[in-house]
């Protein structure tokens, strides 16, 4: 099992910034992948940012420019900062990672934090 909290959600004025922290615990044995991805009311779940244990970044389109991912694997930790939120980024966010175990892969899912942009 792995497990995966998420922090840093809140509410914020349009313009400001918020940072998301992500640490995941449990057998993360091959742990490789961690990221985001975000839900609003009545869309899909959308890629938000992953990171590879390597430190690759791939973004979705929508944030490229204002968010950054980070990673501390020593914490097995990601980081979301979020600058320049709208009222577009306003929805739940979810923390993912991936990993294999041999020659299974694993991905895991946290509670998700909600992330509230105000005008």
């Known amino acids: 099992q792995v497990q995966l909290v998420e922090s840093g959600g809140g509410l914020v004025q349009a313009g400001g910034s918020l940072r998301l922290s992500c640490v995941a615990s449990?057998?993360?044995?091959?742990?490789?992948?961690m990221g985001w991805y975000r839900q609003a009311p009545g869309k899909q779940r959308d890629l938000v940012a992953l990171?590879?244990?390597?430190?690759?970044?791939n973004y979705g389109d929508s944030v490229k420019g204002r968010f950054t991912i980070s990673r501390d694997s020593a914490k097995n930790a990601a980081y979301l900062q979020m600058n320049g939120l709208n009222i577009e980024d306003t929805a739940d966010y979810y923390c993912?990672?991936?990993?294999?175990?041999?020659?299974?892969?694993?991905?895991?899912w946290g509670q998700g934090t909600q992330v509230t942009v105000s005008s």
């Open positions: 449990g057998n993360i044995f091959g742990i490789n992948g």
């Open positions: 993912t990672a991936n990993g294999t175990r041999g020659a299974a892969r694993w991905n895991a």
């Open positions: 990171i590879t244990s390597s430190g690759s970044t």
